[in-house]
């Protein structure tokens, strides 16, 4: 029994990276730009709170100097996705070499081939009382204190797009930049503000996943990770509720992953079992039904005459 | 202190690079006055009103508003003082409601939650005051091209506008709707607001409005109260500059075998669109038909079910005689037809294609672009300039992008492609959507041209005038249907319009 | 007077966004040795040492055209899919399939005459990828899913995929001390010359498929019809081009030629198959394939530029010290600037243009 409620606990707190990207997404996609900085700005706040970490020893400070880098390199891709309007995928796609780049030779060069040493990860936290629910509790609220603040982001980030009127804004910017600017709204400074929104989530979604569950960083850490939360947030359709749905997939699967080898019956090699959170991902784009459409004017260049 | 002008602008001047859009152009509007400025396309009337709300930047001149001198760099500015804009293109963000369209723009706090109650309130206030009957939670997509149009002005009176700018706003109304809309703006001058109205449709200008100004080639011609005695022939001159025959010289109509037959042809609509429904129609050699019908009523549907570019669900196409429903487009293409899409630009013409290559973009490999195996630019190039030459389109060489061009000579290389060898059937939709009078003209000729020499034509257009003068035939086409067909002699605007707005003909035609 | 001297700054400007791909690059290499100077290496010995590793030797030479050959048969397919309107991001995965595809033959019929071999060896290369790329064509035509994102995860996939057979239904039968399969015939490698760094007959190849993407584009007229669909698809559709067969067999064609080049590099270069033998090869192309401008005429030089410069680098690596991972930081810049390039050709030009067009 203990092993399934394991399972599923660290099912949740592997599903968090990828959410905290999903929710970015949300952000930067219902505003109409291709959310592709997200796994360099993952990326780069992996190496930012390491190294913070290393530095300093506080886990608060790296994760918040990790959202900080990843919104920064947010702000950046704007410039180029959104002021110049260059190709949002390639620029995208650009970032992440870049970024791989410069952490990966940083590291060679100031670590060498021994890689950074690994830290001692904050530990779990049960909230007193929930956690005693049955299976439940065990579950959801025996989480690393970081997680809960997630559990309250979901919510609030949904009731930020859906309800109230920036929300409103960012998403009239996505569906008609025309009828936005005619109302006196500023198009291209909403949608930089949205992608940043969205670099800040990516960044925290890295610093989390270094900080908290590696405790180290290594060339490349965040795997397909961000992809597979761009892929939330479409199955979500863009809405931080039905990403976390998908994120939890993802969870899931990668939870799988690490835990089928353990099994008796089981002899898979370890590459099969690497393909798990990607064939969760073609799953989850299958099931997605045909009409999800992205905001009407995504990735359409918006310019004042 | 007391003040007759809501608005001046005086000695406007705007370019845009070489072109002098607007050239020394001053224009007053009274308080409590329906303005209309009238003029051709491409005279600068769009330019004029977007420099008032901000959207554009006045190179030099100075606006007063009220008596006092005011700046407007934005639309924000402009709403601000007072002004609102209706576009012809409604700025609507189409998923939201109506009550979401209103609170766009809304300064009051970012992170607040929308007051929806509050907004609602107010919207069904405005909404009775003026009579625009408006329901606050209707989604933008499920409402009806009137219904936008009033959402649009609910939107500018929420914000308190004292000047509502109205640019083109009877283009997609049926006759009906726009006596709507003329009572709607009978009550906003009561109330003491002011109207700005564009357009080009003279008989509705001299009908609505108190003052006219017209402009020509950038500049502001003419500034004038509308009397009684005023006619549209001396508000055309002016709009032109010289005298023009309205009036089109056409020879007797002598009607030949049947080149298109419809029988019974459905297919779905597209987003939106209504598609088309149980459509039957025969339009024979040497004669016109034309199809009247407000914006959206199936004419795209129409016009692309003919072209296999989608998909018939029932019925029958022939063409001369042979059964076509099962054809694709490229097949119909290789059919003696031309085909002039409503969309020039997007659907017509590739814009980053050299003319060259738009000449030849339907059939690349055959004689004179090029064989199966090789597109010839010489024979191309040969072919493209002879025509652009027979249709006098104007253009630095054949291998200029089509973007590049005007919209004039963009249509004059559409016509060459597809009316320049002889064909047996040409569909046309909307060809002079965007042209000026010469342009236009020229439409005109090469359809009556081709019409004489045996070509059956296909006219789909919104423009009733047009319809009127050019067809032998006239049909109205609504919600996709077919609905009634009768000789040129018997129709007139009543009768047309209100079989846009549905009415049978056989009832009205007493 | 004063109107000559405003066309000749337009001018001016307007080439040099047509050099945007050239300024790009050079600007990569410029932040690349700012990054290197920060970390104490000379940037006037980088430039140097990158050359001489690039071009120095016989030997480097061969590197790099053995290098420059699968970016130029993937870099050219890749354009003028791009052309077409696809956005295919796949061709790492699909290089890979290409060369699983290819060992897959060999080990198959280890007996077949090398006139037979070879094109076999290549033609089920190009077949495996052309299959792997039609899963996302699929899901695009049926779900209208943006094929970025799913040509991007099956990239992982076929990685993974490769690694799988290799350590196991193919598998070497003899031990070895790295995962790999069972070594092909002799028949299936492809002619190399030991004294120019192995420079195999990959390159005349590879030559040939930018001649035959030259031919398609600039000459045959279904070139002139693919444009048409990257341009403008409804245009398209009006003059009875279909866009989404454009579309559909665009990226096959991307995918096959993906497979062409992964076994290329395979019989080329090696004589089994192991895990990652191909590594950076598809996200290199693609660079390649943006550098070019989405021009096969720019496919040549593009290619060879990337071919010395991962050499180079790769040599920088013992003599300097340098990092290889510093290639994806170049990488990476020089795609920004290029794409900053386009952008500001496409949207910002306006101001420097006169309008042709009258706006009423």
């Known amino acids: 029994m203990t092993s399934i409620v394991l399972y599923f606990n660290s099912a949740i707190t592997l599903a968090v990276p990828i959410l905290l990207v999903a929710i970015g997404v949300c952000y930067s996609e219902k505003s109409g730009v291709y959310a592709m900085n997200s796994d360099s700005s993952m990326l780069g706040s992996c190496f930012i709170s390491v190294a913070i970490m290393l530095g300093t020893g506080n886990a608060v400070l790296a994760i918040l100097g990790g959202v900080l880098a990843g919104g920064i390199i947010a702000a950046l891709f704007s410039i180029f996705a959104v002021r110049i309007g260059a190709n949002q995928c390639l620029i995208g796609l650009a970032f992440n070499f870049t970024v791989m780049g410069l952490t990966s030779s940083l590291l060679r060069l100031f670590w060498n081939t021994g890689g950074i040493p690994q830290f001692a990860q904050p530990g779990r936290v049960a909230i007193p009382l929930l956690s005693q629910i049955p299976v439940i509790g065990a579950i959801l609220f025996n989480q ?15 009731w930020v797009l859906f309800k109230s009127t920036w929300g409103l804004q960012i998403r009239a910017v996505g569906e008609n930049p025309s009828c936005a600017d005619s109302v006196g709204i500023r198009v291209i400074r909403t949608r930089t503000i949205a992608v940043i929104v969205g670099g800040l989530f990516s960044g925290c979604g890295g610093a989390i996943l270094a900080v908290q569950q590696v405790g180290t960083f290594t060339e490349e850490m965040t795997g397909a990770r961000a992809w597979m939360g761009i892929i939330s947030a479409y199955f979500g359709g863009w809405s931080p509720i039905g990403s976390a749905g998908a994120a939890l997939v993802f969870g899931l699967a990668e939870s799988l992953e690490k835990r089928i ?23 989850v784009i299958v099931l997605t039904g045909r009409n999800r459409r992205h905001p009407a004017a995504m990735a359409k260049y918006y310019q004042k005459q | 202190m007391g003040n007759d002008y809501m608005v001046e602008m005086q000695h406007i001047t705007k370019s845009f690079g070489k072109l002098i859009a607007n050239n020394d152009v001053s224009l007053k509007i009274k308080k409590g006055e329906i303005h209309a400025l009238l003029g051709e396309n491409g005279a600068g009337k769009s330019t004029l009103m977007n420099v008032l709300y901000g959207f554009y930047g006045k190179d030099k001149g100075k606006i007063l508003w009220d008596g006092k001198e005011v700046s407007i760099k934005d639309p924000d500015d402009a709403i601000k003082l007072g002004i609102g804009m209706i576009h012809q293109h409604f700025m609507l963000v189409k998923k939201f409601t109506v009550l979401e369209n209103v609170t766009l723009g809304m300064k009051e706090g970012k992170w607040i939650e929308i007051p929806t109650e509050e907004i609602r309130k107010r919207i069904m206030e405005l909404s009775d005051l003026y009579g625009l009957n408006i329901k606050p939670d209707a989604r933008i997509e499920d409402l009806t091209v009137g219904e936008q149009q009033r959402v649009e002005i609910v939107k500018a009176l929420y914000r308190h506008s004292k000047l509502l700018i ?34 080009h449709k003279l008989p509705e200008v001299l009908e609505i409005s108190n003052s006219i100004s017209i402009m020509r080639d950038g500049c502001m011609v003419e500034n004038m109260e509308n009397r009684p005695d005023l006619d549209e022939r001396q508000l055309a001159n002016a709009m032109v500059g010289r005298e023009i025959l309205l009036d089109i010289e056409k020879s007797e109509c002598k009607p030949g075998d049947v080149v298109l037959k419809l029988d019974g042809a459905c297919c779905d609509g597209v987003n939106t669109s209504c598609g088309v429904t149980d459509f039957s129609l025969e339009v024979r050699r040497g004669e ?28 029958k196409i022939e063409f001369l005689g042979q059964d076509i429903t099962h054809l694709t487009t490229k097949q119909r293409r290789e059919l003696s037809l031309g085909y002039i899409p409503a969309d020039r630009l997007n659907s017509a013409m590739v814009g980053e294609f050299t003319l060259r290559m738009n000449m030849a973009i339907n059939k690349p490999d055959k004689a004179p672009f090029g064989t199966k195996w090789a597109f010839n630019k010489k024979s191309a190039g040969a072919y493209t300039r002879e025509k652009m030459k027979e249709f006098n389109v104007i253009a630095q060489s054949d291998e200029v992008p089509a973007k590049n061009l005007s919209g004039g000579n963009q249509q004059k290389v559409v016509l060459a492609r597809e009316v320049g060898e002889k064909v047996d059937l040409i569909i046309a939709v909307y060809p002079t959507r965007g042209l000026d009078i010469d342009a236009t003209r020229f439409v005109f000729d090469t359809m009556l041209k081709a019409r004489d020499k045996g070509t059956a034509v296909l006219y789909i257009s919104n423009e009733l005038e047009e319809i009127l003068q050019l067809s032998d035939r006239i049909g109205v086409l609504y919600e996709g249907t077919l609905n009634g067909i009768i000789p040129r002699e018997k129709a007139d605007v009543t009768t047309i319009g209100l079989m846009m707005a549905g009415r049978e003909a056989e009832v009205i035609d007493k | 007077m004063n109107d000559t001297k405003k066309l000749n700054s337009a001018t001016v400007i307007q080439t040099i966004f047509r050099l945007s791909s050239v300024i790009g690059a050079i600007i990569g290499l410029l932040i690349a040795a700012l990054f290197l100077t920060l970390l104490g290496i000379n940037t006037i010995e980088f430039f140097v040492e990158l050359v001489k590793g690039a071009l120095g030797s016989p030997k480097a030479i061969g590197n790099t055209l053995n290098r420059a050959a699968p970016y130029m048969i993937v870099g050219a397919a890749t354009a003028i899919a791009y052309e077409c309107g696809s956005m295919n991001m796949g061709q790492e995965g699909q290089v890979f399939m290409g060369g ?18 070879i094109p076999l060896a290549l033609l089920g290369g190009m077949l495996l990828a052309a299959l792997y790329i039609a899963i996302p064509v699929i899901f695009r035509l049926y779900k209208g899913i943006n094929e970025v994102l799913t040509t991007l995860i099956m990239n992982y996939v076929a990685t ?17 001390s790295y995962p790999r399969t069972d070594e092909f015939g002799a028949a299936y490698m492809l002619t190399n010359w030991r004294d120019i760094g192995h420079l195999h007959t990959g390159i005349f190849i590879a030559v040939a498929v930018v001649i035959l993407a030259i031919y398609f584009f600039y000459v045959h007229p279904a070139g002139l019809k693919a444009r048409a669909v990257g341009f403008s698809p409804m245009a398209s559709r009006t003059a009875g081009i279909s866009p989404t067969k454009v579309f559909a067999l665009g990226m096959l064609m991307n995918g096959a030629f993906c497979g062409l080049a992964g076994g290329v590099e395979l019989l080329g270069r090696y004589n089994n198959l192991r895990g990652s033998y191909a590594d950076g090869i ?35 690596q013992r003599t300097l010290g340098v990092p290889s991972a510093l290639l994806s930081l170049i990488k990476g810049c020089i795609v920004i600037f290029v794409m900053t390039g386009t952008a500001i050709q496409k949207y910002h030009q306006a101001k420097l243009k006169k309008p042709a067009k009258k706006e009423a």
């Open chain 3, 160 to 176: 993974l995929i490769v690694s799988a057979m290799v350590i196991g239904p193919i598998a070497c039968t003899t031990s070895s």
């Open chain 2, 166 to 199: 109205m640019d083109e706003p009877t283009a997609v109304l049926t006759p009906q709707e726009v006596t709507k809309l003329f009572e709607v703006l009978h009550k906003l001058r009561a109330e003491g607001k002011s109207v700005l109205f564009i357009s």
């Open chain 2, 288 to 315: 016109i038909v034309g199809l009247a019908g407000v914006d959206g009523n199936g004419q795209t549907d129409l016009s692309e079910l003919i072209m296999g570019l989608r998909k018939q669900t029932k019925g």
């Open chain 1, 261 to 283: 080898q353990l099994l008796p019956f089981i002899n898979l090699s370890s590459y099969v079992v690497q393909m798990f959170p990607y064939i969760a991902a073609l799953i």
């Open chain 1, 144 to 158: 690393p204190v970081m997680i809960y603040l997630v559990y309250i982001m979901v919510p609030v980030s949904w």
């Open chain 3, 100 to 117: 699983l595809g290819a060992a897959l033959v060999a080990l198959a019929c280890p007996g077949l005459p090398k006139p037979l071999a």
């Open chain 3, 282 to 316: 598809g996200w290199d192309s693609l660079i390649v394939a943006l550098l070019s401008g989405l021009d096969p005429k720019g496919v040549l030089p593009a290619a060879l530029f990337f071919g010395g410069l991962y050499t180079g680098i790769s040599t920088l």
